[in-house]
């Protein structure tokens, strides 16, 4: 069974910054195509960044140049580095895996609050 496991949220001041983890379990991560999305009270869930099995990153417009998602294939873990935060990137943040033969897991999510 297939399990992600995300860590890191919290509240955080606007300007700070958090490292999100996801740690995955039960599958050949390294085949993966990880994505992280954000979901804000009363709206969508939207796409945040991803990261290719050879490392090949894109991001939301959003958060160009702020976030970096990273991966270390050893520890079956993507990361979310999030930094000048902002009160709008309030939300829970999901991680999602993909493997090539279509299987599609989430995480549970983890809570980021941005507010002074």
């Known amino acids: 069974q297939v399990q992600l496991v995300e860590s890191g949220g919290g509240l955080v001041q606007p300007g700070g910054s958090l490292r999100l983890s996801c740690a995955a379990s039960?599958?050949?991560?390294?085949?993966?195509?990880m994505r992280w999305f954000r979901q804000a009270p009363k709206k969508e869930r939207d796409f945040v960044a991803v990261?290719?099995?050879?490392?090949?990153?894109n991001y939301a417009d959003s958060v160009k140049g702020r976030f970096t998602i990273s991966r270390d294939n050893a520890k079956n873990t993507v990361y979310l580095q999030m930094t000048s935060l902002k009160p709008e990137d309030t939300a829970v943040y999901y991680c999602?895996?993909?493997?090539?033969?279509?299987?599609?897991?989430w995480g549970q999510g983890t809570l980021v609050t941005v507010s002074s």
């Open positions: 999602n895996l993909l493997m090539p033969q279509g299987l599609e897991v």
């Open positions: 039960g599958t050949i991560f390294s085949l993966a195509r």
């Open positions: 990261i290719s099995n050879t490392g090949t990153t």
